[in-house]
């Protein structure tokens, strides 16, 4: 395949990529390759070309050099994860670069290089910085969860390489940790990228909705708090599972629990919305309404943190959460299960009996 390759391209694009000023896209991709970093072809609209995109990447330079022929105006993108070893924080535009700053407060850092000294400007002048994934870490992709226009690349995406040029000249290229000058490309850099402080992994481990669970459960908070973070992963869903357990041992009648299960549900969503409906946000609302559903909770029909899961996230909306505080919500809702522990439950209404026989 080499002979019939080397006849078509120049014999400069296959050339190791020190032997230009600006290597070429494929001289990154192989480059990529040769340190064993896989990688896999995109457009310059960032489209995989091939189904399966990041699954795809490969450190096989045949088939590196056969997408490129097929593909010129291509680049070469990184899976970000298990495959690569490395993950990213892509920070986008002016809005990025407010919440990384943001960010590097929050995790008690001066400067960007104190979080990561691998950083890459991309054309469009945000940053992408990189991470190595250490054994059993476990952040994921996702887009603005950590903060507006901070994304995470990491388990189950990819990333444009550094030293890739677009059809129109912009590239992504390294630039010095500390003052954000351009620096040559250099794929060693790579291997050497730092782990992720703690503070930030656990940002890029849970999503939001599963941190605000860990911050208001304190059993759960402390666990995560004395585990290392390869054992993360494990801990939420363990702990769910639990949870899940705890429900199908406290079913009130077998015949029904599932009835029940689906009821208690639906009196949540709708007590949450009429929680919601109260836009003025009041205080003494919460406990009442919550008081009606908590009862499921104190069966083992729902769990205690679907309870203040749909009740917080209400309090949210009506402005309650902020005129109150976070405090006030956890405990309003705590103060409901703990009055409600003696009640019984309403019966079954018709509409939700013999469901598991139906499904």
Known sequence: MHACIQNTWPAAILAPSGATSTPTNLQIALALADAGIPDYWVSPAKHPYFAGGYKTATTDRDKIIAWAMQYPSGLAAIPTGPASGLWVLDVDGPEGLQSLNQLLTRLGLEQIADLSNVIVRTPGDGLHLYFKLRPGEAPRSRAGDIGLGLDTRAIGGGIIAPGNVLPDGRSYRFVDPCDLTDAEFDVTRLRNAPAAPRGLLYLATFKARDRRLIAETPALREQVRDTESSAWPG?????????????????????????????????????????TALSDGRR????QIACRVAKYANHGLLTEQELRSAFMDAARTNGALAKHGAPWAVTAIRSALNTSRN?????LARAFRMIGSRS
């Open 343 to 347: 009640d019984t439950l309403p019966p």
């Open 235 to 275: 801990i939420l869903s363990d702990w769910c599972a639990a949870e899940t357990a705890k429900i199908a041992a406290r079913t009130p009648c077998s015949g029904d629990a599932d009835g029940y299960r689906v009821q208690a549900l639906s009196d949540l969503a709708a007590a949450a919305a009429e929680f």
């Open 284 to 287: 003494t609302g919460l406990f």
